[in-house]
Every structure is written in C-alpha cells, then in structure tokens.
T-cell receptor, first 113, second 113 residues
Framework: DQQVKQNSPSLSVQEGRISILNCDYT??????FLWYKKYPAEGPTFLIS?????DKNEDGRFTVFLNKSAKHLSLHIVPSQPGDSAVYFC????????????FGAGTILRVKS | DTGVSQDPRHKITKRGQNVTFRCDPI?????LYWYRQTLGQGPEFLTY????????KSRLLSDRFSAERPKGSFSTLEIQRTEQGDSAMYLC???????????FGQGTRLTVV
C-alpha cells in the first residue's frame, strides 16, 4: 500500500522552462512534506520542505505547493537548468509514521539544453 | 564537517556471507536512520536510533539484520547469511534535534551474487 505516490516516472523539459513534479498522498495524518533530489550513485539531497499548516514555500528557483484537501503537492522549478536533471523524490512524515520519512518512487527529470 | 559518510560505497558478496556497513553521521546530529532503496523505488525505512538507543525497527528488517549505534556516534548495519533479495542501496541519514530534514549519506550499494 503506497501512501506516497509519484505517478509520473519521468518528465522531460526544455532548459529555461518550468518543471512541475507532482506527488499524491493518502494518509491525512502526514504533517510535513519534503522533496529530495538524487543523482546517480549518490544519496538523496534535501531540496525544500513544507509544513501542513502552509500551502506554499519558496526557495530560489524551487517552490512547493500543498493542497491538503486534494492530498496533493507539487514542486515547481523555474527556470529549469540542465544541472537539475536528476531523480526527484517526494517524502512525507507524521501521523503513525512519526519522524520517519515515507517516500514516493521518484520522478526522473531530464532538462534538455 | 563533511556530511554523512558511509563505508564501503560498494560491496559485492556471495550468498550466505555476512556483511557489515558503517555510517558516520553529522557530528551534532542525535538521530540516525537506515533506509534501503531498490531499483525504481524510493528509500524504505529500516531502523532508527536516537543517540545510542534503537527506538524503532521496520518489519522489513528480518532477524538476519542487526544495527547498532554504540556511544551514539557512528552506526553499523550487519546482514547475516545474505540473500540475493538483499541486493539494494543501503542509505544512512542523520537528523539534528527535532528537525524533520534528514541528511543522507552517499549509500552503500550491496550486490549479492
């Protein structure tokens, strides 16, 4: 039973355009959400997070939006750069999971120059 | 501070052998997590330490797996009588205080042949 789902296995975007990565969750008790980026043969790197009491958090080119009623969050990258090409994981914590992270399966982002 | 360090980066072992991985967390981080990632999936929680106390273990962690964190510093994860299904990337993450933002190491890729 996947509680965090990233339904798009891959996404291809032109350099300079917006990348939108989506994530859905089923557990309404999750109260904190994070995005991680992972390059091949490296561990995940923290990108940005959002608490369930907010609906938007912005950090430079990265913005995360949270829609609690839809149990949906998205990561926007503007403008996209070739160095953004990586696997992006959505993760959630809270509820019965406490401070453990529950990850989605990831979305491969390719930014074409 | 060089971040979370894991050793070895790669390990190839024959089925039935025992293996041990090491994780050195960021020095002031009191919480340490082990996750396992298989191809096409996000990381899955294995176990968690707060200082030297192992507070939680996933049901994914069979009796062949054991983890320790003596003195609340580095941690080891041992797998006894390895099976081909144990082949995966083993990730260590550390967290400071009550934060939810986990910092991951580069992982140990285990291949059981």
């Amino acid at each position: 039973d996947q509680q965090v789902k990233q339904n798009s296995p891959s996404l291809s975007v032109q350099e300079g355009r917006i990348s939108i990565l989506n994530c859905d969750y089923t557990n309404s008790m999750f109260d904190y959400f994070l995005w991680y980026k992972k390059y091949p043969a490296e561990g995940p790197t923290f990108l940005i997070s959002i608490s369930s009491i907010k609906d938007k958090n912005e950090d430079g080119r990265f913005t995360v939006f949270l829609n609690k009623s839809a149990k949906h969050l998205s990561l926007h990258i503007v403008p996209s750069q070739p160095g953004d090409s990586a696997v992006y994981f959505c993760a959630a914590s809270g509820g019965e999971y406490g401070n453990k992270l529950v990850f989605g399966a990831g979305t491969i982002l390719r930014v074409k120059s | 501070d060089t971040g979370v360090s894991q050793d070895p980066r790669h390990k190839i072992t024959k089925r039935g052998q025992n293996v041990t991985f090491r994780c050195d967390p960021i020095s002031e981080h009191n919480r340490l997590y082990w996750y396992r990632q298989t191809l096409g999936q996000g990381p899955e929680f294995l176990t968690y330490f707060q200082n030297e106390a192992q507070l939680e273990k996933s049901r994914l962690l069979s009796d062949r797996f054991s983890a320790e964190r003596p003195k609340g510093s580095f941690s080891t994860l041992e797998i006894q009588r390895t099976e081909q299904g144990d082949s995966a990337m083993y990730l260590c993450a550390s967290v400071m205080g009550v934060s939810t933002e986990a910092f991951f190491g580069q992982g140990t890729r285990l291949t059981v042949v």
